[in-house]
């Protein structure tokens, strides 16, 4: 509960305009001025350094094969992104584009999915009363222990016999259990729905799936999305659960795509471009998601942080 | 904030041994059964892709296959007892791997947590202008997957391809980023750039609560702005700290795709049994002896639920304090 006050106060503790005299009275202008520019010196050093890779690769998605190799890494050459882009989607009769249908299968619906199903749960461990509450809970908790990587080989062993190894269900049913969405909706569904709200529902009749639907689950949307972010990013991000469950071509997402391109460039370089440009038409999506949905993932970010 | 009148009714259903206590109404009946249409769901998928592979993989780890008398028979399963475990534990590349793991912590905790504790400090104070702006563009590396990420800086790590190195030549140095002298650092590298920010987005979340009043006071004992941030910020934020360092150690003796990719690449010092769990994914994938994949993937779980366990005891000791 200290974690959600903290992060819904954190606005209110903001105002920089009360804070900018810190140390400023004993300075002098000229003195002011030299750590102004230290300070906005060296985080703009900071910019560059994490903003770099990724303008190479824009420019270097423009480049064709040749000039990849014979211009310098921040010079233009002839623009070839559109050639380039063609060549992405179209290689192979379009896997390209088959890898980002399954990617978006795989993050989008695996994690909206999983992510109404951490809502529920969450929501029933904060609001209802049942026997053993406590310890299912601490069940959660220590499933949210458990390092997703190690158990990575075992579940591929039980998926084979299952018959599901190589199938769209090897990568989307781990995708639905997110212990740690359990207990972030269990901190959201304390912090933004009120229990009186609930009992005027059901004073007026409403039934329990009812009032979840139609006034639990509304009031929980901020906490909805930032779950949703975090497992969407898990889920885009998870490179290792899909080499070890998928070998058909057909089924990867992306990330297995473009590892697969990778590991032949260097006996056929003319793939370079190939992953350079899949790379950055991965990654744009992405960095859209994330700049236009900034104020979800730093309540998340927060709220996992001081759990 | 806790559920009103709820928490009054539960210690009496809890102790009822009928399932319908004489308070029970037709109300809470139907609560009863919400809540567990609600959480079935979540636990029976938990079951099948947690649980199970855990009881799997202890039980797998106590087998082992031997190939049987006269060699023609294929092979057996026979029970190993902790024979695996003990094969694990003597096999020098999972013992070295650890090792790799704890030289990679020693330069990677120091470097990243510092830059993100430095950078927080600084967009934090009163002198950093376009904090939104700037807050963004050292966050945007962890909106890139850290597959993608790796193949990124391999690039820039790679002679041809790379304006990095065009820039160490043109200053008329040269460097080889997968030397085994320097592998080590190309590696961090690449980790760093990914987690940097994000480290700096909690910490900088931690300075903003700092309250006002201290900071004040500090100002009108006479501290300068960066007296002020060494001794009275960050310790007011050093939980903050140790948690973070914990996570990055349980994400540590897990990594994957860096050291995988390294390794694809020749960088001849990161071999295919580098990290923990590329040893593990060697013994299950590539020999095949799963016994020992299981055996192995237990310990470093055991080693990763021990520290995130460890974690959550000091946050919540913490949370206590405050």
């Avoid at chain 1, 509304?218 to 998928?246: D, E, Q, R």
């Avoid at chain 2, 399963?77 to 999972?94: I, Q, T």
Wanted: net charge positive.
């Amino acid at each position: 509960m200290t974690t959600l006050t903290q992060h819904t106060e954190s606005p209110a503790a903001r105002p920089t305009a009360t804070r900018r005299p810190t140390g400023k009275p004993r300075r002098t202008a000229a003195g002011t001025l030299l750590s102004r520019g230290v300070v906005n010196g060296l985080l703009l050093v900071a910019a560059f350094y994490t903003l770099m890779p990724i303008s190479w690769l824009l420019i270097a998605a423009t480049k064709n094969h040749r000039d990849l190799f014979a211009t310098s890494g921040f010079a233009f050459g002839d623009f070839h992104l559109l050639a380039n882009l063609e060549r992405v989607l179209t290689y192979h009769d379009g896997i390209y584009l088959r890898w980002f249908g399954n990617s978006i299968l795989y993050s989008v619906i695996g994690s909206a999915a999983s992510t109404l199903l951490c809502v529920a749960t969450g929501y029933a461990f904060d609001k209802y009363e049942f026997r053993a509450k406590e310890k299912l809970f601490g069940l959660v908790l220590g499933g949210v222990l458990v390092p997703t990587t190690v158990i990575q080989l075992p579940m591929y062993l039980l998926a084979t016999k299952a018959g599901v190894v190589n199938t769209y269900w090897a990568l989307l049913l781990p995708a639905l259990v997110n212990p740690f969405g359990v207990y972030l909706a269990r901190v959201f569904s304390e912090g933004y729905v009120p229990g009186e709200v609930l009992e005027a529902a059901r004073v007026d009749g409403a039934g329990e799936l009812r009032t979840f639907a139609r006034i639990g689950l509304p009031m929980l949307a901020p906490g909805f999305m930032t779950i949703f972010l975090f497992s969407f990013t898990a889920s885009w991000n998870n490179f290792f659960g899909a080499l070890v469950m998928l070998n058909d071509e057909q089924l990867y997402p992306v990330n297995l795509g473009l590892f697969m391109w990778n590991s032949v460039t260097q006996q056929q370089p003319e793939f370079y471009s190939l992953v350079i440009t899949g790379s950055l038409v991965a990654v744009v999506p992405l960095v859209a998601a994330f700049v236009c949905l900034q104020r979800f993932w730093r309540s998340g970010l927060t709220a996992g942080a001081v759990k | 904030m806790a559920a009103p009148s709820a928490p009054a009714v539960r210690p009496a259903a809890a102790r009822a041994p009928a399932p319908h206590p004489p308070g029970a109404s037709p109300l809470r009946r139907g609560q009863r059964r919400a809540a567990a249409l609600f959480i079935v769901p979540f636990f029976v998928l938990f079951a099948v892709v947690m649980a199970a592979p855990i009881a799997y993989a202890v039980w797998m780890s106590l087998f082992q296959e031997r190939s049987s008398g006269l060699g023609f028979g294929g092979t057996e399963r026979v029970f190993a007892g902790f024979g695996n475990y003990a094969k694990a534990l003597s096999a020098s590349g999972f013992r070295s791997s650890f090792g790799h793991i704890a030289l990679y912590c020693a330069l990677y905790i120091p470097v990243m947590i510092g830059g993100s504790l430095a950078l927080a400090l600084l967009l934090d104070s009163a002198l950093a202008r376009a904090k939104r702006f700037f807050q963004l563009a050292l966050f945007l590396p962890h909106a890139i997957p850290g597959l993608i990420a790796s193949i990124i800086w391999i690039y820039l790590y790679t002679p041809g391809l790379s304006p990095v190195l065009d820039w160490i030549g043109a200053l008329g140095g040269s460097w080889d980023f997968y030397s085994d002298d320097h592998v080590l650092t190309s590696l961090v590298n690449l980790t760093a750039w990914q987690w940097t920010g994000y480290n700096m987005v909690i910490f900088y979340a931690a300075l903003q609560a700092v309250p006002r009043e201290v900071l004040e006071a500090a100002v009108v004992d006479g501290a300068g702005a960066v007296r002020t941030a060494l001794t009275i910020k960050v310790p007011m934020i050093a939980s903050a700290v140790v948690m973070t360092v914990l996570f990055t150690c349980v994400g540590a003796i897990q990594i994957f795709t860096e050291p995988k990719l390294l390794n694809q690449r020749g960088a001849p010092s990161i071999d295919t049994e580098w990290s923990p769990t590329l040893y593990i994914w060697k013994a299950g994938f590539v020999q095949h002896d799963y016994g020992l994949a299981a055996a192995a993937s237990l310990m470093l779980a055991a080693l990763g639920i021990a520290l995130s366990y460890l974690v959550t005891r000091l946050g919540n000791r913490w949370k206590a304090a405050q």
